[in-house]
């Protein structure tokens, strides 16, 4: 005799990385003590918990939490593929934070409406309480209770408790009905909850290859459109453009400084180089920004995030006019630009940092008589930290690239940069630093670059936020 069970229900429970799961919790923690997370903290109708910070509709988005909906998503796509479902995109509806303070438990409910629903553990103390599934038809729940044949199994059980674990996932279909036991320890319980739905299609709408591009306008959505595959086109995102060379607009009156660092570092510094500092800011900022190197077994999306965001430039550029007017009165040299685009530097640390300065190098490039690097610090004045760090190479005692260094890094890969790692190893034994120059809010930074330098981030900072640069070349 066989009793096989003819319905089920399905329930996924899944560790994060303990690295992500750390990141999280240091975000959470400081999202949790800021002014926006406090003006914020409204009860959802969905969770009967009193302290739940419900209002802005994604705090996955207000609170940076990038690799969590990333872990979620690819973890909800895996969940409907094994229930062999269709494939379909998927985003998150909503997301909040839940705390349970000492004491505080939730009724049972649901979150109708949605396709998947999960929790996630930041803080999960010892006794802080059980999420917990009762089987869901009610009948035979009742008669279990009543007939006293409940049991621990797949056929007998009333119901099914799930004990958070910081760095856990809890995932089921949103119709279940669960509820959280009361939190006995003596601490808080922070989980975070998210419903997840189908994403609207998305439709590419491309210019014709040697079209000018058209200037974009943001047009209310229409109930039909011309695109070729006939769907209505969906406005997926709050993202506006900008005008790069506005946005970028370099002040009239600007204050040549040439101050050589340690005497022998031959830098010019301009204060409030830029017309729109804290616009610029804002926008970088906010811009989603992919890797810069990021090599197999490498600490980038590890201990820290080393990211680019490239921004084409199309002349007259009044960064490049300035830069070049400068190096002309300076230098008595005429100057291009390197390259028909500029760089942003978007780093932000996950772990601690472990030296006070990224890995030292030149930024010197093949085929040029002369190259002059230009760095514009774009953060806000309460988020600058550190600057830019100049060097000696202590085994020829040279401030610039020359051959025992060409030679000493064929031996020794460590003192280059290789993307492994944005803080290198052992650079007290090849480097002394010579000085630095301060991160100031829309300072520009320009140096012969064949200098060594390297970013300087002496405090432990650029957790919540990034450290953004502006960086491009002029070149002769
Ligand atoms: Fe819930
Ligand atoms: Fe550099």
């Known amino acids: 005799m066989s009793i096989t069970p003819i319905f089920s229900v399905p329930l996924l429970v899944e560790d994060i990385d303990p690295t992500v799961r750390d990141a999280i919790h240091a975000k959470v923690t400081a999202y949790l003590a800021s002014e926006r997370a406090n003006r914020d903290i409204v009860p959802s109708p969905e969770e009967s918990v009193a302290t739940s910070y419900y209002q802005p509709a994604q705090v996955l988005t207000d609170a940076d939490l990038r690799e969590l909906e990333h872990f979620v998503i690819g973890v909800a796509t895996r969940f409907l593929e094994e229930l062999r479902l269709p494939g379909r995109r998927l985003e998150i509806e909503r997301s909040w934070i839940n705390i349970f303070k000492p004491g505080a438990q939730e009724a049972q409910h649901s979150h109708d409406g949605s396709l998947l629903s999960c929790s996630y553990y930041v803080e999960a103390p010892k006794d802080c309480g059980c999420i917990v599934l009762p089987d869901p038809i009610g009948a035979r729940r009742s008669y279990r209770q009543y007939t006293k044949t409940a049991g621990s199994d797949v056929l007998t059980r009333r119901e099914i408790a799930v004990e958070p674990q910081p760095g856990r996932l809890v995932m089921f279909e949103s119709w279940l009905p669960h509820y959280v ?23 590419a709408v491309s210019p014709a290859r040697g079209a000018a591009a058209p200037t974009p306008v943001i047009e209310p959505p229409r109930e039909s459109s011309a695109t070729s595959v006939g769907v209505p086109r969906a406005r997926s995102s709050d993202a506006k453009p900008f005008l790069f060379n506005e946005l970028f607009e370099v002040r009239q009156d ?49 201990d820290y995030y080393d990211c680019r965001l490239r921004f084409p430039i199309r002349p007259p550029n009044s960064m490049i006019a300035a830069a070049q007017q400068v190096i002309r009165q300076v230098y008595s040299l005429n100057t291009r630009p390197s390259d028909a685009s500029m760089d942003v530097n978007w780093f932000m640390q996950i772990h601690d940092k472990r030296a006070d300065f990224a890995v030292p190098h030149n930024d010197m490039t093949e085929n040029v008589r002369r190259s002059f690097t230009c760095i ?61 120059v301060d991160m100031v ?9 064949e200098y060594f330098h390297a970013a300087y981030h002496p405090q432990n900072s650029f957790f919540e936020f990034p450290r953004l640069t502006l960086a491009f070349w002029m070149v002769c």
């Not at 660092?261 to 830098?267: R, S």
């Not at 510094?269 to 077994?297: M, Q, S, T, Y």
């Open 254 to 302: 600007l204050q040549l400084n040439e101050k050589p660092i340690g005497n022998v570092v031959p830098t010019i510094v301009i204060d409030d180089f830029l017309k729109h500092p804290e616009e610029a800011r804002d926008i970088v900022g906010r811009a989603p920004a992919a890797n810069w190197k990021h090599e197999k077994g490498g600490r980038n999306f590890v």
């Open 441 to 449: 809010p829309g300072r520009l930074l320009m140096f012969p670059s």
């Open 376 to 436: 514009v610090y774009l953060n806000r004045r309460e988020e600058c930290s550190g600057g830019t760090a100049f060097f000696r190479f202590k085994k020829s005692g040279s401030l610039v690239l020359d051959e025992p260094y060409a030679k000493a890094m064929q031996e020794d890969s460590r003192i280059a940069e290789t993307g492994l790692d944005y803080w290198g190893g052992g650079a007290g034994v090849w480097w002394e630093t010579v000085g630095t």
């Open 181 to 203: 036991q009361c939190n006995k320890s003596d601490q808080v319980r922070i989980s975070i909850a998210m419903n997840l739905r189908e994403a609207s299609p998305q439709v």
